[in-house]
């Protein structure tokens, strides 16, 4: 049973947006800090926003401010990346990841327990 599951990768023009979702099975993600990470070719994996178990707090890296935002749905167990004006260099793998319950935002990957499988995000030029 994969702890995590992502969705709503593709192919997309730049300029364009996506929304990447998360969702968990057999798992309550309220009470989790969550961050989403990517990993392109050649590439190590890098984080792209992390959040707070409360949400109150966010992290983005300085390549996605301003672009892309990072929320999450208690309701319906599930975190949400928004990604606007999308980039060519914004091409990777895009994996959700939960950290620790009850923490504050880290961008640190050792802090991240639970991943998905991934899910590719093309950006064409």
């Known amino acids: 049973q994969v702890p995590l599951v992502e969705s709503g990768g593709g192919l997309v023009q730049a300029g364009g947006s996506l929304r990447l979702s998360c969702a968990a099975s057999?798992?309550?993600?309220?009470?989790?800090?969550m961050a989403w990470f990517r990993q392109a070719p050649g590439k190590e994996r890098e984080v792209v926003a992390a959040?707070?178990?409360?949400?109150?707090?966010?992290y983005f890296a300085d390549s996605v401010k301003g672009r892309f935002t990072i929320s999450r749905n208690n309701a319906k167990n599930t975190v949400y990346l928004q990604m606007n004006s999308l980039k060519p260099e914004d091409t990777a793998v895009y994996y959700c990841?939960?950290?620790?319950?009850?923490?504050?935002?880290?961008?640190?990957?050792?802090?991240?327990?639970?991943w998905g499988q991934g899910t590719q995000v093309t950006v064409s030029s």
């Open positions: 990841a939960q950290g620790a319950q009850w923490g504050l935002i880290t961008p640190r990957i050792d802090d991240y327990t639970y």
């Open positions: 959040m707070s178990w409360s949400g109150g707090m966010t």
């Open positions: 057999g798992r309550t993600l309220s009470t989790y800090a």
